[in-house]
């Protein structure tokens, strides 16, 4: 059974084009970074040169970028640098962002450190900019705002430049998690008010256990990982070489395909659902699905029956993969956070599908097919 992977929102597959990018670093250039013979200067030169392609494509700095793990460290070290280096005392986020910001949010809550206030969300799922800038008129502390720019379960996109503006007038921090924004949309970081911006390599293409963190260069922070100065002493530990050089050929790749491959995506979508709500009359979606949102996502409800209240594991049984929501909680199905925010109906069943270039509309058709079925 050929199976149809309809989760890109979780993890997309690697490109061809970033392995063989990225095999010469696993195997004759396998240097430390750190040494300072040839091996390593070739290692070392890769990084740089990297690091150099990712700051031109997000337009930052060079030394506005370090390379992580992945998104949640970088959101973790994000958020930890500017309550322990900044002095952000109260936190301003929503009920809606990632686990990597929420729990990193509640610990430092629990912990009495910071005080923490959640924004309010309009019936799509947008963020009330209103009440941000009411909350932030009314703190006599600094604040951190936390706010993502794509909302991974729903694909709701903030204005950035709107927030980061707002940020600014009452002197916040302001981080933004552009997981699901980069690789897939022109950032231009020097241009938008932000403190830090994440990324992660395995959202458009590249390897998993790589990621970035962006940090504007009018702020100074420490240390988030110690024991070795490098990262220009902001990352102890030896870089990931061939994650990184996968990395930076991935978002090449993405930028230099984006036009193509975000307007063949967006058809997907659109396609998904005009066959969705002509083969499935009481399908609802979830968030802007149709406004301001990613091309890549789609959340679809169905209405509660015995045959749809186990419809991921069916879908997988038909060799389908989606999911319920974020696939960041180590397969544990607690049902999404996102969507008990928006629109808590105990009778509807929310099922994700996200979208990569590798997708096709006959996949579309075999899903749609097969949801008839199972509903």
Not at 2 to 7: E, P
Not at 294 to 319: A, C, H, R, W
Not at 330 to 352: E, L, T, W, Y
């Amino acid at each position: 059974m050929k199976r149809i992977y309809l989760d890109n929102a979780a993890t997309t597959p690697l490109d061809p084009e970033v392995l063989e990018a990225m095999l010469p670093y696993l195997k004759e250039h396998f240097g430390n970074p750190s040494s300072i013979y040839s091996y390593g200067r070739e290692a070392r030169l890769a990084v740089e040169n990297a690091r150099k392609k990712v700051a031109s494509i997000l337009q930052a700095n060079p030394g506005e970028i370090f390379f992580t793990s992945g998104g949640t460290e970088s959101d973790n070290m994000a958020i930890f640098s500017a309550v322990h280096d900044l002095g952000c005392r109260h936190i301003i986020t929503s009920p809606i962002e990632h686990h990597a910001v929420l729990h990193t949010v509640e610990f430092l809550d629990k912990k009495d450190i910071v005080t923490v206030s959640y924004v309010k969300l309009f019936s799509d799922g947008h963020v009330d900019l209103e009440d941000l800038e009411k909350q932030l008129a009314g703190r006599k502390e600094r604040c951190l705002v936390s706010l993502m720019h794509a909302n991974n379960e729903i694909g709701n996109l903030l204005d950035i430049y709107e927030a980061g503006e707002i940020c600014k007038k009452y002197n916040a921090i302001f981080h933004s998690d552009t997981v699901q924004t980069v690789g897939h949309y022109k950032l231009n970081l020097r241009s938008k008010p932000l403190h830090f911006a994440t990324a992660s390599a395995h959202k458009f293409h590249g390897p998993k256990g790589v990621g970035m963190l962006y940090i504007n260069d009018k702020i100074k922070v420490n240390p988030f990982i110690h024991g070795g100065g490098q990262e220009r002493n902001m990352r102890a530990g030896t870089e990931n070489v061939s994650g990184i050089v996968g990395f930076a050929k991935a978002l090449e790749l993405a930028d230099t395909h984006l036009e193509k491959d975000s307007a063949y995506i967006r058809s997907l979508k659109k396609y998904m659902i005009e066959q969705l709500r002509a083969h499935l009359p009481d399908v609802q979606f979830n968030g802007d699905y149709e406004g301001n949102s990613l091309y890549t996502v789609l959340n679809v409800s169905f209405p509660k029956t015995e045959k749809s209240e186990m419809i991921l594991f069916n879908l997988d049984m038909e060799g389908i993969c989606a999911s319920g929501g974020s696939a960041c909680s180590s397969g544990a199905d607690v049902g999404s956070h996102v969507i008990r925010s928006i629109n808590n109906n105990p009778n509807r069943v929310p099922v994700r599908f996200s979208f990569s270039k590798m997708n096709t509309r006959e996949e579309i058709d075999v899903v749609v097919q097969k949801l008839k079925k199972l509903i």
